[in-house]
């Protein structure tokens, strides 16, 4: 790929991914306030829910894509085709027996919101099948159109909805124009991408890749999305509406480092082929930096950013937002050696071991959160991906010990450590912890200027060649 076009697919990916996460984020504070902590509660249990169903309606199948870039390289159209037409077939199977079962056994549950749920996690497996597609493909400006656009249809009805329609059930008004949305979204793909036929070779592919790593989805949404699943349940939704808040802005990071991941992930693939094992290291040293500075910045200027969001119901959560943040940064780390174990396609030792670290985590969680409540659950995500880290990084390196060495990650894991601990020496000097932030990053813009652009890019510009 051309280093203009490098520089492009970046630009679209982190316009789209910052849009999407941070359109999200910087909504946050017109639905505090227009939501009470339980509503909240119970917009982010749903949106868990839907999370954790999509990997499993859609059998995880945008996993293969990238590997079908590599076997199927001349074929990828009907490929996507097929895995499309796959996921609608078996999605009305899966509705079936849902529906079966609630009558049989008499569950009391809505099901018109279930169904509704249903529907949005088919609905979301096919647009992460077609984005995945795109970023295979380098077509980051339809990749990116299809972040934008869902985010802010989704997000301007609910606020009106919320504002001047709805009396009560206000999270309805949040659940149901972001699942129409996305279900709208889902059927127009669908029309679009589903023209060049149904091949079985294609199933079993996607299927013999795919099948471990539903389970490996799901156990990751577990890691991600049980806690506020069990706040809600073992304590209430008005703690999870503040843990929610709180692990959102946690997850800034995650928007960037998804940004970067639309890029690398194809470039990554690239460079294994050719077994440019310096380079990619070169490459993830400086990748692992910038994550971290921005970590660093977060945590330090983080309670101001909280209490400009929401109201002060939310403001006892801020002491957990170094804990979210040295989670999200371990989950990053761990993500850097998956994409090395998907590369030789090895699914079920992945699935295992995500399953180990996502067991963990509920099991802590049912452990705590009846005795602690929400501070529980940050503390047992941190400790459930330090975990799922140290897994990951030593079965990676049975793989292939010439990338990614952990000791990358020592001095980055150190100094998110010291910017914790002046976290909590200075909460209550926000002036000071500022002119931290401002010094610490004005030192790094300068000393890491060339690195920071390399990385964004990513290339070496010409120092490994193309």
């Known amino acids: 790929m051309e280093n203009t076009s490098y520089k492009k697919a970046s630009l679209c990916y982190l316009i789209g991914n910052f849009f999407n996460k941070g359109f999200a984020f910087l909504t946050i504070p017109i639905f505090t306030r227009l939501l009470s902590t339980t509503d909240y509660g119970i917009i982010n249990t749903y949106s868990s829910w839907a999370g954790i169903l999509s990997m499993i309606v859609g059998f995880a199948?945008?996993?293969?894509?990238?590997?079908?870039?590599?076997?199927?390289?001349?074929?990828?159209e009907s490929y996507l085709s097929t895995i499309i037409k796959f996921t609608l077939l078996s999605s009305l199977g899966f509705m079936l027996i849902f529906y079966a079962v609630v009558k049989i056994f008499k569950i009391n549950i809505s099901l018109s919101l279930v169904f509704i749920c249903l529907f949005h996690s088919v609905a979301s497996s096919i647009i992460e099948d077609v984005s995945c597609y795109f970023m295979m493909k380098y077509n980051y400006i339809k990749r990116t159109i299809l972040m934008i656009l869902p985010?802010?249809?989704?997000?301007?009805?609910?606020?009106f909805l919320i504002s001047y329609i709805l009396k009560k059930d206000l999270y309805l008004g949040k659940i149901i124009p972001e699942a129409l949305t996305i279900i709208i979204f889902a059927i127009i793909l669908s029309i679009c991408y589903t023209k060049k036929g149904f091949n079985t070779t294609y199933i079993k592919h996607a299927l013999k890749i795919s099948?471990?790593?539903?389970?490996?989805?799901?156990?990751?949404?577990?890691?991600?999305?049980?806690?506020?699943?069990?706040?809600?349940?073992?304590?209430?939704?008005?703690?999870?509406?503040?843990?929610s808040l709180v692990y959102s802005l946690g997850m800034v990071t995650y928007?960037?480092?998804?940004?970067?991941?639309?890029?690398?992930?194809p470039w990554f693939t690239n460079k294994m082929k050719e077994k440019s094992y310096d380079e990619i290291n070169y490459i993830t040293k400086d990748y692992i930096k910038l994550i971290t500075y921005i970590m660093c910045g977060l945590i330090i200027v983080s309670p101001e950013i909280l209490k400009i969001l929401a109201s002060k119901s939310y403001w006892e959560?801020?002491?957990?937002?170094?804990?979210?943040?040295?989670?999200?940064?371990?989950?990053f780390a761990y993500n850097i050696?998956?994409?090395?174990?998907?590369?030789?396609?090895?699914?079920?030792?992945?699935?295992?071991?995500?399953?180990?670290?996502?067991?963990?985590n509920l099991v802590l969680n049912y452990i705590f959160i009846p005795k602690f409540g929400y501070v529980a659950a940050a503390f047992t995500t941190a400790i459930s991906y330090f975990v799922i880290f140290i897994l990951h990084s030593i079965y990676s390196k049975t793989l292939n010990s010439n990338v990614f060495s952990i000791k990358m990650f020592i001095l980055p894991i150190i100094e998110i450590f010291i910017f914790c601990a002046l976290f909590y020496l200075l909460t209550d000097h926000a002036i000071i912890r500022w002119v931290v932030a401002i010094i610490y990053?004005?030192?790094v813009a300068f000393i890491q200027r060339d690195k920071i652009m390399t990385v964004l890019l990513p290339t070496l510009k010409g120092k490994f060649g193309k």
């Open 211 to 243: 099948l471990p790593l539903i389970l490996h989805g799901a156990a990751l949404n577990i890691l991600s999305n049980s806690d506020r699943i069990m706040i809600t349940w073992l304590a209430d939704a008005s703690q999870a509406g503040i843990y």
């Open 317 to 331: 959560g801020i002491k957990l937002i170094p804990i979210i943040i040295v989670a999200n940064f371990l989950f």
């Open 337 to 360: 050696y998956s994409n090395l174990e998907h590369y030789y396609k090895k699914s079920n030792q992945i699935t295992a071991l995500t399953i180990l670290a996502a067991v963990l």
């Open 441 to 443: 990053f004005c030192t």
């Open 61 to 76: 199948m945008h996993m293969s894509i990238r590997n079908a870039f590599v076997d199927y390289k001349d074929d990828t």
């Open 255 to 265: 928007a960037i480092t998804l940004s970067i991941d639309g890029i690398w992930i």
């Open 151 to 159: 985010n802010l249809i989704s997000v301007c009805v609910a606020i």
